[in-house]
């Protein structure tokens, strides 16, 4: 993808500058959202902004677009590098300082950019076609206000790695009593005997789009229960099926933890028909 959005201009990447002084190059200071469309459709616009909105007025930063601005943007990345299969990044940073100083500064514009980069064809509800995560768990030691979707993701990233080391494609995260937060970079679940169980909403866990579209259809649809409440990594290692959860890649099944397999090692029952109602909802939101 080769056109990006960079205050109020749309530039070959290659041309994208900002200054060294840009808070969120040297703080991190930042709210970013990932957007994913499909020929030209996007899935949980609206929520992706709304929460976009939430980050920026929870560290401060006053851009003031509305949802037609940013959909604005997000459509002529879309026409300018293909349509296809495409998320739509959008960075939100305090803007450029003439001092490093960790206060906010006042007076100062936000840096705003934004790009598309490709993403596989969506997911389709089909066991035969679906590879299932092999993932590994540690203990979460990020920060204690993962709600705010910030650009500072370095302990994410740290996590990440601790699996990708070990062959994994996720690492799943648990607190200090041994609860299930998240993922480094998807929101997780497990399933017991029939009924999606997820840790609930808090300053642990980032309150995904996708979680958010998929808990709403599965409860709106009623044939699978759902529950929002604490998991114990024991529970984990003894449920069923265990998914993840993100916008690039809707609902992943995880067969196996820590060289373990999950239930059977197979993807689940659970899992087809709660891909199949996402599938077919995803892009009322």
């Known amino acids: 993808m080769s056109i990006v959005y960079l205050n109020n201009s749309y530039i070959p990447m290659a041309e994208a500058k900002i200054s060294p002084m840009d808070r969120g190059f040297l703080f991190g200071d930042g709210i970013y959202e990932v957007v994913p469309s499909y020929n030209g459709q996007m899935v ?67 840096t705003v950019f934004a790009f598309a980069f490709e993403i596989p064809p969506a997911p389709v509800p089909d066991k035969s076609k679906v590879v299932g995560y092999k993932v590994a768990t540690h203990r979460d030691l990020r920060w204690e206000r993962c709600q705010i979707k910030s650009t500072a993701l370095l302990g994410n990233v ?73 998991v114990t990594m024991d529970e984990v290692f003894d449920a069923d099926e265990v998914w993840v959860t993100s916008s690039s890649k809707e609902v992943v099944p995880v067969i196996e933890i820590d060289g373990q397999p999950v239930g059977d090692g197979n993807i689940g029952d659970v899992w087809l028909a709660a891909q199949t109602i996402y599938s077919a909802g995803k892009l009322n939101y």
């Open 44 to 110: 949980g616009f609206a929520p992706h902004i709304d929460r976009m909105n939430n980050g920026l007025s929870a560290v401060g930063i006053e851009l003031g677009w509305s949802h037609q601005q940013w959909k604005e943007v997000c459509d002529n990345l879309i026409e300018k590098n293909g349509s296809g299969n495409l998320a739509l990044y959008l960075h939100v940073s305090r803007g450029a300082d003439t001092k490093r100083f960790h206060a906010y500064p006042e007076d100062i514009e936000p």
């Open 158 to 230: 740290m996590h990440f790695q601790h699996g990708y080391e070990q062959g994994a494609n996720e690492t799943l995260l648990y607190n200090e009593r041994n609860e299930l937060t998240e993922a480094s970079a998807c929101n997780a679940y497990i399933v017991k005997d029939g009924v999606v169980i997820t840790p609930p909403v808090d300053n642990q866990i980032l309150a995904g789009i996708t979680r958010h579209i998929l808990l709403d259809l599965l409860r709106k649809e009623g044939s699978i229960p759902v529950e929002e409440r604490p």
